[in-house]
């Protein structure tokens, strides 16, 4: 069973961590983890890009001028997109791109992407964070300085903390999420994803033997 060391705030080894194999120790499938992430930026795009044709700019209900008779070129419509206000041709149309995969291949990426980052020695494990001492920015910033983490770091904790927060949106280059609501693309993205001792028995105990 794959072990990984437990750090204090000071960035000492207070401890060992005993990792699932089937959580973390899996071979990752680069494969499904390339389509998950084609699903995750499709379903990003909105698709609500949209101009108005021929048929749905307003006026034109007649034509502008006769037929013969004018010297002027022959017309039937001012909606006609080779006037100016006319209707715009091969322009973009609201479209829905979401694209869906199946719940066990979702699971299945989770799992590979926590894999992929335990097997390049991208995780690292917090024992428990003193609120009071991370209220401010300089404060939590230390603790990423003392654990040797820098680029982009993705923070997973166990539940809310409006104080660290607050404090990690001033940290270029941090995002902190919850256990219950971590996804595939923001572990894939992290250079480094740093757990709370909590947080990651909660997701060693929900994806155990899945």
């Known amino acids: 069973m794959m072990q990984l060391d437990i750090f204090d705030t000071s960035g000492k080894s207070v401890g060992k961590q005993k990792l699932e194999e089937s959580v973390f ?3 990752p499938n680069k494969t499904l983890l390339a389509q998950y992430v084609r699903v995750f930026m499709a379903n990003k795009r909105q698709g609500t890009s949209k101009v108005k044709t021929r048929a749905e700019v307003s006026g034109g209900g ?3 001028w006769a037929q013969k008779g004018t ?4 017309h039937g419509s001012i909606r006609s997109p080779i006037w100016v206000g006319g209707g715009i041709t091969h322009g973009p149309l609201q479209k829905d791109h979401s ?7 979702r699971k299945a990426a989770f799992i590979s992407a926590l894999s992929l980052k335990a097997s390049g020695g991208d995780l690292k494990i917090l ?3 003193d609120s009071k001492k991370t209220s401010k920015t300089k404060d939590l910033n230390a603790i990423l300085k003392n654990l040797e983490l820098v680029g982009n770091i993705l923070f997973v904790m166990p539940e809310k903390n409006d104080k660290v927060l607050k404090s990690g949106k001033n940290i270029k280059g941090l ?5 219950e609501n971590l996804n595939t693309f923001e572990v894939l993205r ?4 740093l757990f709370l001792q909590e947080a990651l028995e909660k997701i060693q105990k929900r994806y155990k033997g899945k």
């Open 25 to 27: 120790g899996i071979k």
């Open 127 to 129: 024992e428990k964070l």
């Open 62 to 64: 007649i034509k502008p």
């Open 99 to 105: 694209l869906s995969l199946p719940k066990k291949m």
């Open 190 to 193: 992290a250079d480094k994803v």
């Open 175 to 179: 995002n902190v999420s919850l256990s």
């Open 71 to 74: 010297g002027r070129a022959r």
